[in-house]
Every structure is written in structure tokens, then in C-alpha cells.
């Protein structure tokens, strides 16, 4: 079992920026996987960003050059830095840790970009 907790949502205006941050309950190392998903209302959950064990790195296509996925081992928090924020970014922002043995998500955290 590992418990994931996210913080940093908020309000914010087109153009700017947020972080967003997840802290595990284990070692993120021990972890294959740590990702972030979003929903928005009427739509289907999908993958923002990822970040394996290894350090390798992939993000989705409306999110590349804008957002980037980083992590800090001793601390078992990775985060979520989102620049040139849009109005279609809004939605619910989901932690996930997945492995073999695990396939856990956090509350989420609402990130609302309006003018």
C-alpha cells in the first residue's frame, strides 16, 4: 500500500504558472512509475506527464514545453511545474503510482485557469 497526497491547485490567470506536488508514502524508487493525469468535466482522464524509477520522462502533446515532471528522491515528492498555463488545462489534477504491485491514485487537486 502506498498513500499519495497532492497540494499546489489553486486559481490562476492565463499565461501563468503553478506547481503542483505529490508526496508518497514509500520510496518513489520503489515505485516503477509516478505520473500525473487530469480530468476535466465531460471528459475522459488522461496522462500529462510521467517520470520512471530510472529518470526517463514523457509527456503528453498539449502539455510538451510547457509543463515538466521532476522529483525529489529524500524527500518521495515529485512535482509537476506548469508554465504558459491555458484555459483547457483546467481540470482535476491526479498523482498515480504504478507497478507490478501498485496502482494508486491521489484525491486530486483542482487547477483553474480563467481570466
Known amino acids: 500500500q502506498v498513500q499519495l497526497v497532492e497540494s499546489g491547485g489553486g486559481l490562476v490567470q492565463p499565461g501563468g504558472s503553478l506547481t503542483l506536488s505529490c508526496v508518497a508514502s514509500?520510496?518513489?524508487?520503489?515505485?516503477?512509475?509516478m505520473g500525473w493525469h487530469r480530468q476535466a468535466p465531460g471528459k475522459q482522464r488522461e496522462l500529462v506527464a510521467a517520470?520512471?524509477?530510472?529518470?526517463?520522462?514523457n509527456y503528453a502533446d498539449s502539455v510538451k514545453g510547457r509543463f515538466t515532471i521532476s522529483r525529489d528522491i529524500a524527500k518521495s515528492t515529485v512535482y509537476l511545474r506548469m508554465n504558459s498555463l491555458k484555459a483547457e488545462d483546467t481540470a482535476v489534477y491526479y498523482c498515480?503510482?504504478?507497478?507490478?504491485?501498485?496502482?494508486?491514485w491521489g484525491q486530486g487537486t483542482q487547477v483553474t485557469v480563467s481570466s
Open positions: 498515480n503510482a504504478r507497478s507490478l504491485s501498485v496502482n494508486t
Open positions: 517520470v520512471t524509477s530510472g529518470g526517463s520522462t
Open positions: 514509500r520510496s518513489i524508487l520503489s515505485i516503477n512509475a
